[in-house]
């Protein structure tokens, strides 16, 4: 697989993602949305941003994974915050950043969405993934 990043001058200088992925492959995975939650669906770092954050990202890298994509192979990342106050969003880029850093994952295109709630209670933090593999 080819990942091109694209960081154009005529927009805004990104922050911890890129503008614009260009990727070729042959297997596209699609990562259902993922929370902070353990295999027992226990929430992890209830009210803590950062810690749901990283959770949030670990598991949607072991989807990735599961599917034989690795986190290198990730061209797009959502993610849903509830109350992205700039307090709460300095501590959930620390989560995600710590994250992606540890799982070998890179910059890729991202989208970042302020909602009223999430599926469950508690959770603050949910994102899902899109990888493109050969």
Known sequence: MTI???????????????????ATGGKHVYISGQIAIDVDEKLLGEGDYETQGYHTVKNAYAAVTASGASPKDVVRLMVYVVDPTQENLDKLYGGLARAVSEAGGSTTAMTLIGVVGLSTPGALVEADMTAITD
Do not use: E
């Open 4 to 22: 091109q990043k694209i960081n154009p001058d005529t927009i805004a200088r990104p922050h911890g993602h890129a503008q614009v992925i260009v």
